[in-house]
T-cell receptor
Framework: GQSLEQPSEVTAVEGAIVQINCTYQ??????LSWYQQHDGGAPTFLSY????GLEETGRFSSFLSRSDSYGYLLLQELQMKDSASYFC?????????????FGTGTLLAVQP | KAGVTQTPRYLIKTRGQQVTLSCSPI?????VSWYQQTPGQGLQFLFE???????NKGNFPGRFSGRQFSNSRSEMNVSTLELGDSALYLC?????????????FGQGTRLTVV
């Protein structure tokens, strides 16, 4: 089956750096993406890795290694507003298909 | 540009009833996907529509159905509601094609079944 595992909770302090890991057991996907969701609101897109390596977007960076079945989201200079749930997701291909499979989600708590 | 719009935002239904949720994608987006989010199961893929055709379906019973109209707006229907159907239902739109590089989500419909 397809599964993406994330730590359920991570706690960090303002100004720090935090890494949220995503390990997966699936194959044949286009790329790995990350979404942020505040308290039951709409998930919002953060980043997408089509290729192995690091993608940087401001304070957020995302990494993918297909050989290790692993990716991570790196958040730098943490702010209180970064407290939210973070989801990794894979975009699948195969025929005429277009779907995202989401990870279990990580609740990030940023403390002052 | 206007985002993804879902209506209604909140619904309370009783067991056995049916419900219809609506999603208007971003203008120009032809793919609409639906997800169910619960605390225990996370974000689960329900189905995806593209140009009025269902291209993908997740592992949900036949009580869950959907459709897409020619203007790309989509509806999902849940019949014979069960308590376990209480969840946040999210709709996401993306431009087209097969690779979802970025999906745009609506605020969701919070369904409570009592």
């Amino acid at each position: 089956g397809q599964s993406l595992e994330q730590p359920s909770e991570v706690t960090a302090v303002e100004g720090a750096i935090v890494q949220i890991n995503c390990t997966y057991q699936t194959s044949g996907f286009y790329g790995l993406s990350w979404y942020q969701q505040h308290d039951g609101g709409a998930p919002t897109f953060l980043s997408y890795n089509a290729l192995d390596g690091l993608e940087e977007t401001g304070r957020f960076s995302s990494f993918l290694s297909r050989s290790d079945s692993y990716g991570y989201l790196l958040l730098q200079e943490l702010q209180m507003k970064d407290s939210a749930s973070y989801f990794c997701a894979v975009s699948f291909h195969g025929g005429a298909t277009n779907k995202l499979i989401f990870g279990t989600g990580t609740l990030l708590a940023v403390q002052p | 540009k206007a985002g993804v719009t879902q209506t209604p935002r909140y619904l309370i239904k009783t067991r056995g009833q049916q419900v219809t949720l609506s999603c208007s994608p971003i203008s120009g987006h032809r793919s609409v996907s639906w997800y169910q989010q619960t605390p225990g199961q996370g974000l689960q893929f329900l189905f995806e529509y593209f140009s009025e055709t269902q291209r993908n379906k997740g592992n949900f019973p036949g009580r869950f159905s959907g459709r897409q109209f020619s203007n790309s707006r989509s509806e999902m229907n849940v019949s014979t509601l069960e308590l376990g159907d209480s969840a946040l239902y999210l709709c996401a739109s993306s431009l087209t094609g097969e690779e979802v590089t970025e999906a745009f989500f609506g605020q969701g419909t919070r369904l409570t079944v009592v």
